[in-house]
Structure formats: C-alpha cells, structure tokens
C-alpha cells in the first residue's frame, strides 16, 4: 500500500474574542456617609468591586467618607468622585491621602489642571479619570485627556440631563474607538440591568450605576442581576423606562403621588382651595393624570364648560375659570356625559351640585364650593385658552395629575423633566420606606440631628 505524501491540514473553530467583565462600580450620591456605607455593603455582597464617593457625599462629609469608606473595604478600589476643575495637584492629593485609588476630575477642566493632576497622580499611585459631563466635543476631548495621561475617560450623563432622556451609551463607542487600549473607558448615568450590556457592548471596560444600586430596596439583588445581564450579554428588565410620548407620560404620571411631584417642582403647581367630590375608596383610588382642556366662564353661567366635554378628547381633563362662583356650573348630567366620552376629571374654580349622585358615580370632580344652586346658560366664555385656576396658570395642554392629596399643574413644557424627577423622587422614598421597615425610622434614616441648624 502506498501511502500518500498529502499533508492535511485540521481547521478548527476560532472562538471569538471575549472582553473580561467590567467591574461595577457603585457611586454614593448620597449625604450621610453611615448610610451611604450600609447601602455599598449590600452592593458588595452582590459583586461590586469599585466603591465610589460620589460628589454630593464628598461634598457632605468630606474627605472623611473616603476615609471611611477605605477603612470599611480595605480591598476594593475606592473612587473619588471630586470633579475637580481647579487645583488638580492638590485635589489629587487630598484624595489619595484619604484612600482613595481613583479620583475622578472634570474633563473641562483646563489643560494645565489635568496635566497637574496627572503628576500628582503619578506621585502617589493613584489613577486619575477624566468626567466628559456637560463636554460639548467629547470625542475630541477624550484624545485630548489621553495624550495628556489621563488613566480613566468616562462618558457620562448627569441626573440632571438624565431627566431629559439623555442617553449615556450614545457616544461611548466613538469613544472607545478613539483612544487607545491604554485608557480605560467608563459609562455612567442612569445605567442599570438593561443599558449595563449596551454600555459594555459599546465599549465600556468600567460600569458605574448609582441610583439604580443606591435607590434600590436590594442592592445586593440589584448588583447581582447587572452583573447576571453583562455575563450573559442579555439584558434583563428593572422596571418600566418612561418613554418620551404622551401614552408613556400618562404611565409615569400615574405611578407618582402629587405630593412627588410636588416635591419634583420645588413645592410649585398644587391647586388651592379646592375639595374632591368623591374621595376614592381602596377598590378604587382616586387618580388621574391627563391634558387640560381649559375653560373660563362667568358667575353661573354652565354652557361653555358643557361644550367642553365636546371639545375633549379620551383622558384629558376639563379645567374650568369661574371666577370662584357661589353658584353651580356643573352636575350630575355633566358628569354622566364626561363619564360617556371618556374624560378623566373635571376640575372647577367654582361651584358643582348633585353631590351625592356625581359620588355614586364615582368620577373625579373637584371644586371650590357645592350648592343646590344651578345657574344658567348665557353662552358667554371661551374653550382652550389660558385661564388662571385655584391659583395656578393653565395652558391648554398642561399636564394636571390629582389624587386624595390635591391637584398639581405640570406645564406641558417641561412635563418629561418633570415626570422623570417625580419618579426619582418616589424611588428614593421607597429606599426610605425600605430603611424604616427593617426597623429605622425617618429621623434615623435622614440623620436629621445632624443636619439642625447651627445658631451661633
């Protein structure tokens, strides 16, 4: 037999590349550091590795909560968050004699402050990163940091761009095929278990997540299941994301209480002086969120806000101008014909009557006074202007959500903003709530005599 001289060659399967994890890096944008400790420790417990002092902390206590912080996770990589802009040099310092691996500077910063903070780096063994928030060229700007030594660029989107649905992931990957493997590329705001595997897809080799850790009733459930998304490379759903046309804010609207809201407009919208009709029961709370059709009228008289139940639209809201009248608008068959179009609630600077039938009915109608007293229908007004309601200004369009609390205005202007921090707003409180269920209390939680006014 002869045997044939023909080399052959085996192919095997080439694997694909795979990046190492990114390590997760919790940032504390909290104010009290014991807290801010006992909410990084159940991060830890569910694989975060990198424990950053986040400004507001910083700013709070100090550099007493990177001491704190190095003292309590001696071996993990603890961050600065100092967003520092002057000073560099010495910033650097501050922070790397506290503890600190990392401090992190604002990528504005001049030229000479980062290339200040870069030796100092270097002289006490710390990394140095470079914060892109509010950077108007960031790609540029991250080949600028490189050359100068910057160890760490971070992509970044703050809270308060966060709220404008600002998307983090967006120029990560410009940047991370900008600058060489020599730099690590960060992502930060607003990531969590489903933007985390874009983040990192996109390029980043760090993942920061603040408020979806910090807020979070587990932490530790919560870091684990980021870290579950980016081994697995799948996504995996948190919650529901706002999505920024009218179905999706009606969503948000309805989530929140007017008195989050409230808190997100800085104690400004609420409607005075009026009261409910029907209160709400536990089958069926009173709620409702919706567009304003607008009304003014005059004393008595009940035909333009009639007509607007023509005028409205399924779940807007008749907001109605009567001058505070004595003498009744609205009623029962008003109600009835708003129940049959599918308006969501009736709101009067005025009066109603009917009481007790508008509350079997169970609809939202709030007013200012209930008579007996109809008045009559003169045909005077108008439909769809600006009107001045229960002391608030009332574009046609406003958003005006209501529950057993009250009523707020949200100008239609800024409603997104303002649904997104009226839901930062109940996630910090259900953190709260979460707090005072395992046995604190709200005064404990907060630190309040701590913060009492210094006299003196």
């Known amino acids: ?60 206590e100090g550099m007493n909560a990177v001491r704190k912080l190095r003292k309590t996770f001696p071996d993990l990589t603890i961050v600065a968050d100092m967003k520092t802009c002057d000073a560099g040099s010495v910033e650097v310092e ?51 940091l490189e050359k100068m030594g910057i160890d760490i660029i971070c992509s970044h989107v703050g809270l308060d761009q966060q709220v404008l649905g600002v998307n983090p992931i967006d120029v990560v990957a410009k940047i991370s095929e900008a600058c060489s493997p020599n730099v690590i590329i960060a992502a930060a705001g607003g990531l969590n278990s489903e933007t985390a595997v874009k983040a990192f897809e996109a390029g980043a080799q760090l993942i920061i997540v603040g408020g979806a ?80 059709v607008t009304v003014r009228t005059y004393s008595g008289d009940w035909s333009k806000p009639v007509e607007a139940i023509d005028h409205a639209k399924p779940g807007e809201v008749i907001v109605i101008d009567s001058c505070e009248s004595e003498i009744a608008c609205w009623g029962e068959l008003a109600t009835n014909s708003c129940i049959s179009q599918g308006v969501a609630a009736v709101i009067i600077d005025g009066a109603a009557r009917d009481i007790d039938d508008i509350r079997k009915l169970e609809f939202p109608v709030f007013a200012r006074h209930f008579t007996p007293t109809a008045g009559e229908n003169r045909g005077l007004g108008e439909i769809n202007v600006a009107i001045e309601c229960a002391t608030q200004h009332v574009e046609p369009g406003d958003w005006i959500i209501g529950d057993e609390s009250g009523i707020v205005v949200v100008p239609k202007k800024i409603a997104m903003e303002m649904a997104n921090r009226a839901i930062d707003v109940k996630e910090k409180e259900d953190r709260v709530r979460e707090e005072i269920r395992r046995g604190s209390t709200l005064s404990r939680v907060l630190k309040l005599k701590k913060w009492d006014k210094v006299i003196g």
């Open 213 to 292: 850790l910090y807020k979070s009733p587990s932490p530790e459930n919560t870091a684990r299941t980021i870290l579950k998304a980016l081994k697995t490379g799948k996504p995996i759903k948190t919650r529901d994301f706002i999505k920024y046309d009218e179905a999706h804010l009606i969503d948000a609207f309805m989530k929140v209480s007017t008195c989050n809201i409230s808190d997100a407009m800085h104690k400004k919208g609420e409607m005075r002086g009026l009261k409910p009709v029907w209160g709400g029961n536990p089958k069926k709370p009173l709620k409702f969120a919706g567009r304003a």
């Open 1 to 60: 037999m002869v045997q044939s001289s023909q080399t052959h060659t085996v192919i095997t399967a080439v694997k694909p590349v795979m990046r190492d994890l990114p390590p997760l890096q919790i940032a504390l944008d909290l104010m009290n550091i014991d807290r801010a400790i006992e909410i990084a420790k159940e991060a830890v417990a569910g694989g975060a590795t990198w424990i950053e002092a986040g400004t507001p902390l910083i700013k709070s």
């Open 94 to 144: 501050m922070a790397a004699r506290a503890g600190a691996n990392v401090v992190f500077m604002l990528g504005i910063s001049d030229d000479s402050s980062v290339r200040e903070a870069v030796l100092a780096g270097k002289k006490y063994g710390v990394k140095v990163g470079a914060d892109l928030i509010d950077v108007k060229d960031p790609i540029n700007r991250a080949i600028e």
